[in-house]
């Protein structure tokens, strides 16, 4: 193959995981904005109630229409926003905080540790992920709060595993036996040197995982045991709608659509993130 030709290939390949990290850039940055900006985007109170311009269609002065409450959907949208984001991100910070320190553990000192830990692994695995976490959240009562929790006891599994495997690998690495032989303490190879190179796959995976979060967050809350009503979250707006659907498409369209864009933009930027730096399923 002309040398003209495989260059051409690899920049055009390059250039389109490029313009994929843009997108999904941008997609995310737009809705932190709007979840920033939402005192002053929505046109209206989320949750104020007008009995007179119940289930009214998408027009002027009210954009993404009403719901059966009389309420301003795109206030709602755009109120959701925050509520979503903030599921999204701190759903996924603390299972990859602790997924990170056990699988550090576990991979560095091995035997009995890592046993111990496997071991735990395999119990919360062997339960379907959305049945554990609604046990949890049924014995912790519904709410946010109770939905983190539940996250972070269920999610860290997948961070121990990926952070586990790359530490095996990586201790036996030259630079690892440096650092032993150096006298460096184990706890300053761990998360000086070993630590920041098993980084890259849980960052990526930050990404996907951050879309199951989102959409397991939305389950929850149309299940009723997530964020609770009056307040504007993307699930619960389509649970209340769920009985209008025939006559009012508009009250779960755009709820439902901003959930799906959202998770788009998390994907778009995983799947370029893991291009880009050269990580692998």
């Known amino acids: 193959m002309p040398a003209n030709t495989v260059f051409v290939r690899r920049w055009g390949a390059r250039f389109g995981r ?3 990290l843009v997108a999904g850039v941008g997609i995310l940055a737009a809705f932190v904005i709007l979840a ?6 929505a046109p209206y109170d989320p949750i104020f109630q007008d ?3 119940r289930l009214m269609a998408p027009s002027p002065a009210h954009p993404f229409g009403t719901d059966n409450f009389g309420r301003d959907v795109l206030s709602r949208v755009v109120w959701g926003a925050r509520i979503d984001l903030q599921m999204a991100v701190i759903g996924v910070v603390f299972p990859f905080l602790i997924g990170t320190v056990v699988g550090t553990l576990a991979g560095f000192f091995g035997g009995w540790v890592d046993v111990m830990f496997m071991r ?21 009562g519904p709410g946010l709060s109770s939905f983190y929790i539940a996250m972070a006891l269920v999610g860290w599994v997948s961070y121990a595993r990926l952070i586990r495997a790359q530490i095996l690998v990586l201790k036996t690495q030259d630079f690892a036996v440096a650092a032993a032989s150096l006298g460096f303490s ?3 190879i761990m998360f000086r040197h070993l ?3 098993a980084l ?3 960052l990526v995976f930050v990404m996907s995982d951050a879309v199951l979060v989102l959409l397991s967050g939305a389950s ?6 997530g964020v609770q009503p009056p307040l504007a979250e993307w699930g619960v707006m389509v649970a209340e709608a769920q009985g209008f659907m025939t006559q009012a498409w508009w009250i779960t369209l755009f709820p439902g659509l901003a959930i799906v864009v959202l998770a788009f933009g998390f994907s778009l930027t995983g799947d370029a993130l893991a291009d880009l730096m050269g990580v692998r399923e």
């Open 186 to 188: 184990r706890t300053r």
């Open 220 to 225: 929850i809350s149309y299940l009723g045991l």
């Open 18 to 20: 490029r313009r994929m």
């Open 195 to 197: 630590l920041p190179n």
């Open 51 to 53: 009995g007179t311009a």
């Open 120 to 140: 735990i692994i395999d119990v919360v695995l062997a339960f379907p992920f959305l049945v554990l976490m609604l046990s949890i959240i049924s014995i912790l």
């Open 36 to 41: 920033f900006m939402a005192p002053y985007a």
């Open 200 to 202: 890259a796959g849980s």
